[in-house]
């Protein structure tokens, strides 16, 4: 890398460098009026040639627009793609997909994006953009950058207000320009920059004036990825100052993503007078980080700069926290802030105007990463509502003011000491939470108002479920440790498990956000799921007391097997079920939507239940002990359901006879036996296809009503994620969905 500055204030030739596969053009700075005040703004075009591996088919453009009105702090954005950019992604990620992406993830992108085309917070229009060189003129739709012989021209509607914006932007420092700006791996760009340009012109014929500052870069992939046999993702983060003393500062590192390790980081200081120099002392240091409720991604939104060899030191903070934008995938959304910086600069203070760009954040490079993340937030939320050590507050919170005094340490040891025993033990699969916040997102109600409470109800109500499940299967380990009632004894678990049932309604009677209707109808919800796990709990208790090797040969005989279905939509499916339902309560949604999410949610449940019942069979799962899988319980399951009937007769009576006795049950050597007859029936890889396919009918129905967005392709990604458990070794520990 090396540093061109130029003396002269004139504009150098910025058309495109079509030899190079990737190119933009960003524009960003303020403008204001009497009328309408001080705006920030954002404007970027990029040029892409579409070609991957052995796939290539020309170029097509992108085009993001952001604004930011300062006094209010609202922001709005555009984010507009070439749709001969969609059928090229689709291929690309599919023929040779970057190893540093998560399979999964990929997967469920193309096949959403495919099927339903693009979440609807990204505009296609076409045709693409149209660009002439010597000089510049770029053309797209209401959108136009072109440069005359001093000064550039840029004219675009704002998002949202729909105003138009005509601008004349003239130089008023040198450009610099910094060449073969290389990452690790050699993939290089050119960097031409105009640090400071006087912004004239009009917005819907008001006159307003203010400051830009314009990039012109070019060169090759790798500035995003190592390319398709590495894991390497690459991100950056970039601040562009203007001082107060007429002075500029650019600031760039460039990331492994998945590392966070800086491969590249360097500065260029443009003093009032405009010479530029490159400096390579920098350092930025995350000072508070922002997660988006929308692509989840967590950006490092405050930072520090500290330059040693200039004694310069520098806060930078956002004008608002929300500044991201959505883009085309695998990318997914981008965070492009204004702000403003205070620090000093040796010994002096010093502020001024700056915007900090994210990129790469909102990779998913690692869906355990991204799930660890949500069950923190989970588990932070649940912390909030119920405490470990009881006071007197917490109780009078919880059933009203005491008459004399409550017990708190009895109400600790018996209630909050094994609950949270349980809840600390982590190894369960807490995605309920998860599939109720993304499918409120889906139904486009901002999903952050209502996420504790969809994560202390759902989450609780699960593990009271299990700590009473584990009582009434008689089971000895939950989670790798003992199970509640023998580690604190059988009354103390009852009373935790059905403590935790009924707690998180006292949340739902008290919780914000929510009408009176809705909240009766959110209750009216519980009140039937509460029902109905109770029959699909009684049901299996039923079938397990009774088996033996004449009733099941009787049962197998009745159409067990949608017998079994039905305990599944009741014991599993139920809770899902509720989820869905609720969000569509909070939504608002019609009937007819409110009926497909329901039943989506009903098919999820089911599907992820046999998914777990086949898991139990995975050498994954087997391996951390034979006897606590279905076969040493008795558990009549759709798997081992299949399994007698695919089996030949011989090895099904086998089966049989090791299933219907407790004494055979109890030897580890022959449940290991009955493990690898269910195996080799056939009847794990039946019952995988029948999951996938009564799911993708499912979704078909469900995507008729809900529009392509972040979180219905999220959601997607859920349960394609959770029916491939026990297909890789690498998501072992969230399995089974316990």
Same mark, same amino acid.
């Given at each position: 890398?090396?540093?061109?500055?130029?003396?002269?204030?004139?504009?150098?030739?910025?058309?495109?460098?079509?030899?190079?596969?990737?190119?933009?053009?960003?524009?960003?700075?303020?403008?204001?009026?009497?009328?309408?005040?001080?705006?920030?703004?954002?404007?970027?075009?990029?040029?892409?040639?579409?070609?991957?591996?052995?796939?290539?088919?020309?170029?097509?453009?992108?085009?993001?627009?952001?604004?930011?009105?300062?006094?209010?702090?609202?922001?709005?954005?555009?984010?507009?793609?070439?749709?001969?950019?969609?059928?090229?992604?689709?291929?690309?990620?599919?023929?040779?997909?970057?190893?540093?992406?998560?399979?999964?993830?990929?997967?469920?992108?193309?096949?959403?994006?495919?099927?339903?085309?693009?979440?609807?917070?990204?505009?296609?229009?076409?045709?693409?953009?149209?660009?002439?060189?010597?000089?510049?003129?770029?053309?797209?739709?209401?959108?136009?950058?072109?440069?005359?012989?001093?000064?550039?021209?840029?004219?675009?509607?704002?998002?949202?207000?729909?105003?138009?914006?005509?601008?004349?932007?003239?130089?008023?420092?040198?450009?610099?320009?910094?060449?073969?700006?290389?990452?690790?791996?050699?993939?290089?760009?050119?960097?031409?920059?105009?640090?400071?340009?006087?912004?004239?012109?009009?917005?819907?014929?008001?006159?307003?004036?203010?400051?830009?500052?314009?990039?012109?870069?070019?060169?090759?992939?790798?500035?995003?990825?190592?390319?398709?046999?590495?894991?390497?993702?690459?991100?950056?983060?970039?601040?562009?100052?203007?001082?107060?003393?007429?002075?500029?500062?650019?600031?760039?590192?460039?990331?492994?993503?998945?590392?966070?390790?800086?491969?590249?980081?360097?500065?260029?200081?443009?003093?009032?007078?405009?010479?530029?120099?490159?400096?390579?002392?920098?350092?930025?240091?995350?000072?508070?980080?922002?997660?988006?409720?929308?692509?989840?991604?967590?950006?490092?939104?405050?930072?520090?700069?500290?330059?040693?060899?200039?004694?310069?030191?520098?806060?930078?903070?956002?004008?608002?926290?929300?500044?991201?934008?959505?883009?085309?995938?695998?990318?997914?959304?981008?965070?492009?802030?204004?702000?403003?910086?205070?620090?000093?600069?040796?010994?002096?203070?010093?502020?001024?105007?700056?915007?900090?760009?994210?990129?790469?954040?909102?990779?998913?490079?690692?869906?355990?990463?991204?799930?660890?993340?949500?069950?923190?937030?989970?588990?932070?939320?649940?912390?909030?509502?119920?405490?470990?050590?009881?006071?007197?507050?917490?109780?009078?919170?919880?059933?009203?003011?005491?008459?004399?005094?409550?017990?708190?340490?009895?109400?600790?040891?018996?209630?909050?000491?094994?609950?949270?025993?349980?809840?600390?033990?982590?190894?369960?699969?807490?995605?309920?939470?998860?599939?109720?916040?993304?499918?409120?997102?889906?139904?486009?109600?901002?999903?952050?108002?209502?996420?504790?409470?969809?994560?202390?109800?759902?989450?609780?109500?699960?593990?009271?479920?299990?700590?009473?499940?584990?009582?009434?299967?008689?089971?000895?380990?939950?989670?790798?440790?003992?199970?509640?009632?023998?580690?604190?004894?059988?009354?103390?678990?009852?009373?935790?498990?059905?403590?935790?049932?009924?707690?998180?309604?006292?949340?739902?009677?008290?919780?914000?956000?929510?009408?009176?209707? *809705?909240?009766?109808?959110?209750?009216?919800?519980?009140?039937?799921?509460?029902?109905?796990?109770?029959?699909?709990?009684? *049901?299996?208790?039923?079938?397990?007391?009774?088996?033996?090797?004449?009733?099941?040969?009787?049962?197998?005989?009745?159409?067990?097997?949608?017998?079994?279905? *039905?305990?599944?939509?009741?014991?599993?499916?139920?809770?899902?079920?509720?989820?869905?339902?609720?969000?569509?309560?909070?939504?608002?949604?019609?009937?007819?939507?409110?009926?497909?999410?329901?039943?989506?949610?009903?098919?999820?449940?089911?599907?992820?239940?046999?998914?777990?019942?086949?898991?139990?069979?995975?050498?994954?799962?087997?391996?951390?002990?034979?006897?606590?899988?279905?076969?040493?319980?008795?558990?009549?399951?759709?798997?081992?359901?299949?399994?007698?009937?695919?089996?030949?007769?011989?090895?099904?009576?086998?089966?049989?006879?090791?299933?219907?006795?407790?004494?055979?049950?109890?030897?580890?050597?022959?449940?290991?036996?009955?493990?690898?007859?269910?195996?080799?029936?056939?009847?794990?890889?039946?019952?995988?296809?029948?999951?996938?396919?009564?799911?993708?009918?499912?979704?078909?129905?469900?995507?008729?009503?809900?529009?392509?967005?972040?979180?219905?392709?999220?959601?997607?990604?859920?349960?394609?994620?959770?029916?491939?458990?026990?297909?890789?070794?690498?998501?072992?520990?969230?399995?089974?969905?316990?």
């Amino acid at each position: 890398m090396h540093l061109r500055s130029e003396t002269q204030i004139r504009l150098g030739d910025e058309s495109p460098r079509m030899g190079f596969p990737v190119e933009w053009w960003f524009v960003q700075g303020r403008f204001e009026s009497e009328k309408s005040g001080r705006r920030e703004f954002m404007v970027s075009l990029f040029r892409h040639a579409l070609e991957w591996g052995s796939i290539s088919a020309g170029n097509a453009y992108s085009l993001l627009i952001s604004t930011l009105e300062e006094s209010s702090r609202s922001s709005a954005w555009l984010s507009q793609i070439d749709p001969a950019t969609v059928p090229f992604l689709v291929a690309a990620l599919r023929t040779a997909p970057p190893a540093g992406l998560d399979p999964i993830a990929v997967r469920s992108l193309t096949d959403e994006i495919e099927q339903y085309g693009l979440p609807k917070s990204i505009r296609t229009l076409a045709p693409g953009a149209t660009i002439e060189s010597a000089p510049l003129r770029a053309r797209w739709g209401d959108f136009e950058l072109s440069q005359t012989e001093d000064a550039f021209v840029l004219g675009f509607i704002e998002p949202e207000t729909e105003r138009r914006c005509s601008f004349r932007l003239t130089p008023v420092h040198p450009r610099f320009h910094l060449a073969d700006v290389a990452v690790a791996n050699g993939g290089s760009m050119d960097y031409v920059s105009y640090t400071r340009l006087a912004l004239e012109g009009d917005v819907d014929g008001e006159t307003v004036r203010g400051e830009a500052w314009l990039d012109h870069q070019w060169g090759s992939q790798g500035w995003f990825v190592a390319g398709e046999n590495t894991a390497q993702i690459f991100g950056w983060d970039w601040l562009g100052v203007q001082l107060e003393n007429d002075s500029e500062l650019l600031v760039m590192v460039i990331r492994d993503q998945r590392s966070g390790a800086a491969l590249c980081q360097y500065a260029v200081l443009v003093d009032e007078g405009g010479a530029a120099r490159l400096l390579r002392d920098v350092e930025i240091t995350p000072r508070a980080w922002w997660t988006s409720p929308v692509s989840d991604a967590s950006y490092p939104v405050a930072c520090q700069v500290t330059i040693p060899s200039l004694e310069l030191e520098l806060d930078f903070e956002p004008l608002v926290l929300d500044q991201e934008i959505p883009i085309f995938p695998p990318i997914r959304a981008v965070w492009e802030g204004a702000g403003r910086v205070e620090g000093t600069w040796a010994g002096r203070a010093i502020g001024g105007h700056a915007r900090l760009e994210l990129h790469g954040y909102a990779y998913l490079l690692d869906l355990e990463q991204h799930l660890d993340k949500a069950v923190s937030r989970i588990r932070t939320d649940i912390e909030s509502f119920l405490p470990r050590t009881f006071s007197q507050a917490d109780l009078e919170r919880f059933a009203g003011p005491a008459d004399s005094e409550y017990d708190t340490m009895a109400q600790t040891a018996v209630l909050a000491k094994p609950l949270w025993d349980f809840m600390d033990r982590g190894g369960g699969n807490p995605w309920r939470p998860i599939f109720g916040t993304l499918i409120l997102g889906a139904l486009g109600v901002e999903p952050t108002p209502y996420s504790s409470l969809i994560s202390i109800t759902a989450e609780m109500l699960h593990d009271g479920l299990l700590v009473i499940d584990d009582i009434v299967d008689n089971s000895r380990l939950r989670r790798g440790e003992d199970c509640i009632h023998l580690r604190y004894g059988v009354d103390v678990a009852i009373n935790a498990g059905n403590a935790a049932y009924f707690l998180p309604m006292l949340l739902l009677r008290d919780y914000p956000h929510l009408s009176d209707a *809705q909240r009766l109808e959110l209750f009216r919800i519980l009140t039937r799921l509460y029902v109905r796990v109770h029959l699909g709990q009684g *049901q299996d208790i039923y079938w397990s007391k009774s088996l033996t090797r004449e009733q099941l040969r009787l049962w197998m005989d009745d159409s067990i097997d949608a017998k079994i279905i *039905q305990l599944y939509t009741l014991k599993t499916a139920a809770v899902v079920e509720a989820g869905a339902e609720g969000a569509c309560v909070i939504a608002q949604t019609d009937e007819a939507t409110k009926r497909v999410c329901c039943d989506f949610g009903r098919c999820f449940g089911v599907a992820f239940q046999i998914v777990n019942d086949i898991v139990e069979f995975s050498p994954n799962v087997i391996g951390r002990g034979a006897e606590s899988s279905d076969i040493a319980a008795g558990k009549l399951s759709y798997v081992v359901a299949k399994a007698l009937r695919l089996l030949p007769a011989a090895e099904a009576a086998r089966l049989e006879t090791i299933f219907c006795s407790p004494a055979l049950r109890s030897e580890p050597s022959v449940v290991a036996e009955g493990i690898d007859l269910v195996q080799r029936s056939g009847a794990l890889a039946l019952c995988r296809r029948e999951a996938h396919e009564m799911m993708t009918e499912q979704w078909k129905r469900f995507s008729a009503h809900v529009p392509p967005s972040e979180p219905k392709t999220m959601l997607r990604v859920l349960w394609t994620f959770l029916l491939s458990l026990g297909c890789d070794e690498r998501y072992a520990k969230f399995a089974p969905g316990n």
